[in-house]
């Protein structure tokens, strides 16, 4: 029985590439019987037998030490009564294939087996070349050649191509090789599915051959020297070498002989598999998941042995592919590498398969960027022909390679894998990881929002916060699978205390799934036991019941064959079943987190809803439950309720099925009431429960509410700072803009938000300007406005997210009134520095700009100079001055001449006149401040006395 279809692995080896093969033509070139080799030598012989211009096939045999080869008993003759490749390729039925055998011989190493391993790869390296040049194609472009290896040969020509792959600098410049099809006994430790890394040069199914090598190795259970006889296994591999991609699991074939199962195959046509539905679960691997990923492995496990327990073997009667893909791509030997990968085909779901799942899972680790809408990309490509398509993406929602991605800044990038999403059909559900005060805000979960959100409604996706990683994905499989919630219990549990929910099961359940998860990874940290109506414990395994278990759950999944035993499930008033949850790992004083909750396929199901897709702060939800029994509507039930959790708080809503409270129709089985508390923005969690005596159902559905800004409550200013001599004058602005909604919520970052300068004259063109965002939740920036276009009326619009929000219909103009305050220092000059020191200076002002550059200063200064000798006294100088003021406008830094007169008093209060003139430089810090630096000379009329000095400064001015 064939086990799997995996991609193979790579060794590392010393390569030798002096190696004389040993191939040989298939003997139906001989009429005899006799062996053909091919060489060179017998390649330039005009009579040696000219090729068949079908595909090229090299067997490639294994061996085993201290014994000699067998390519004929392994490819050319019979085993036991099992067929061989060659009867099965010289049947009639398989002629279409057109397939040209070419036979090879390798020998087992007699001292070090990796010495005989590289020289073995250097052999089938010479085969390859020689086959090329018997078919007259030795650039391997017009065709290349298959490998069929089996055992240790498989090992020799994965190594081949690895060589030839690092050789080439990791890039097939010569591309000789189609195909590697490698066929083995399944190891008993088998690993699962293996990376791009260890399978160089490859390309993924059903992809270009251009693109690279198909690496394929086909499994099966049982005797090694059988396993090149099944008949399964030559189809396989025959099928995956003539139509160049791996056949599908289910694939369906004949034998040769009706009456003998094992005779050879007849290798069907291309079959292209149609599921009922296929899933890829598309992982970020990034370095900024090192946190979260060890839980979102741990917690995947669950979801993928529920998967299995409910659609394996043909369990639940649809057929369902699973893949896996991450991004970035493994291994990461370029750290600019931004691309997503394929790490499990899509495979039709099955125990191997969900192993293998497993196993993979466990192995990924965190590193490198984050490609999420390469990774997108990645995944749209696994799918086949699927009725429905679904991918569940666990992220931080930040995509950084090859630039960062601004959900709205670059519509262009997420619109495109949006209409990607759409146009093949697939639902996107995705988990965020974090804390929920993280997701209100953070860019990667709008991102993630984005994705699933504003889809059509057959193909609605989900945005899940991942706080609670199981039950996130529980949530999403209950969805997926519409399969209904039977109640959840959840709290802490204290070491040596039991726990003992109830939930109710009738005659209506076909499979039920009990499912204890906790916080600390631990296994066997908690357990639980499960108790039918009839009192009976559900057996830990055996008919009907499959058990699971991991670090931090343990999953029981009862089967209908259970179910239907007499007593386990009753109809109106059998005792419900019970799970009494123990904690055996957790040692005296400790306690645990956890949560039990209870999946079914039912008849009886329960569909929450909500009016719209999304909501905004203010906004009335009108909540619905939908209650159906065997398709039909449940009118009548009082129990029907949901419990909400909200940013400010919880409480509990009660759903009516009466024609009020929102409800359009009374008695249709629609229970339905409207929520108003929308007022904070964040995730709001319902979980609905609808019940009876017989039944009980619940879910927990999250809602993210986003903040909608209201002009009327959001705030915007402009204020005029300078003005800017360039090419054109400007006015220029600094604009800070709040936006708030009526209850006081900002939007924060993680918005577009720019200004639009609309000029009502038709000379002057219209500007645009972008705001920078800051983490407090207001957007700035610097904008300039032509100064023609601000007197003929100007509008200012701001816009958010490339939609008009609010306008300034009069910008205002420039600021006319400033204050100032300086200090400095006074120098005398002349006579007047003959008896006094340096002194300080102290000033204030106020101004008037008459226009943008002159201005009218009234100011106030104090200068004080101590005495230089002892025949001299203190002097000290107040004056009121009036001064007119010209600036040379170069934003931010401006120069100025300023000149004046005005009163003089000196330290005995005697009055004087007096002038100055001075120059400086002021730089604007905002439309507010300025700061100052200047020097300014004065002359006091003091009748013969010499009171000259100069004083510098500088200081603060403030624009009123």
Known sequence: MLSCIILFGAMTLPMTLQADATVYLDPVYSGDGKDIRLTVENLMDPNFPKPKNQLPVLFVPGYELGKGTGFREIFQQPFNGLPCFRDTLLRAENSPLEIEPYYMNLEPPTEDENVGIAENAGKIEEAVRLILLHQGAPDAKTKKVVIIAYGSGAVSARYYLKDLWERQNKKLSFHPVSEFIAINAAPPDFRGQLFASEAPGSRGNNEPMENGILYVILCAEGNRDMVMHTPEVICKALYTAFYHQTPPDELVFKSSDEKNLLSPPIIPPLQIPKRDMGIVLLFDISAGMSGPLPAIRIAAEPFLHLLGDYYGGGRGNVNVNLGMAVFPSLPRNDQKDCSGHAVIPMTLVSETCIDNAVKTLNCLKAQGNSPLLQGIDAALQMFG???????????????????????????????????????TGVTVYAIGPGRDVDMNMDMGHKLLRKLTGNRPKHLEGKFIPGTSLDEAYKSIFAGIMKLEEAGTSM????????????????????????????????????????????????????????????????????EESFLKQAGKVGKVGVAAWKVHIAAPGLKDGEQENYRCSVLMDSALKMKPGFDKTSYDTGDIMTITAAVTENQRPVPGLTDVSVAITSPRGAGTLLLYDDGSHGDKEKGDGIYTNQYPNTVKQGTYRFIFHAGRESFAREKEEPVYVAVKADPAYSSLSARWRDIFVGQQAQYLYDVEFVPRDRYGN????????GVEIVYKDKETIDQSFALKENPDGAYTGEIGVMRPGLQTGARMVLMIDGKPFTAVEKIPGFRKWSLGIHTGAGFPISSFKQHHNAGIHFSGNIGYRLTPTFSLVGLVG???????????????????????????????????INAGAG????????????????????YSLKSNYIIEFGTDFHLVNTLGNDSTFFVTHAGVVYRL
Not at 746 to 753: A, D, E, N
Request: net charge positive; charged share 20%; with cysteine.
């Open 385 to 423: 022909r699927e009725k429905r398509k679904v991918v569940i993406l666990v992220s931080s929602g930040h995509h950084d390679c090859p630039a960062p991605v601004n959900v709205n800044t670059d519509d262009n990038a997420v619109a495109s894998r949006m209409a990607n999403l759409d146009e």
């Open 491 to 558: 709290g802490i549990i204290k070491a040596g205390e039991t726990i003992t929910p109830v939930f109710k099961v009738n005659e209506y359940d076909r499979q039920i799934s009990f499912l204890l998860s906790w916080q600390t990874p631990q296994k066997g940290r908690l357990g639980f036991t499960v108790t039918a109506s009839d009192g009976g414990v559900i057996p830990n395994g055996g008919d009907g019941v499959r058990v699971h278990g991991g670090e931090t759950y343990m999953l029981v999944t009862v």
């Open 746 to 753: 900002s939007p924060g970052p993680g918005h577009k938000v």
């Open 862 to 896: 104090y200068n004080y100079f101590s005495a230089g000798s002892s025949l001299s006294r203190d002097s000290l100088w107040w004056n009121v001055s009036v001064n007119l003021r010209s600036e040379i406008v170069k934003n931010p830094l401006r120069f100025y």
């Open 903 to 922: 009163i003089y008093i000196s330290k005995s209060g005697a009055l004087t006149s007096g002038v100055n003139v001075g120059t400086g430089a002021a």
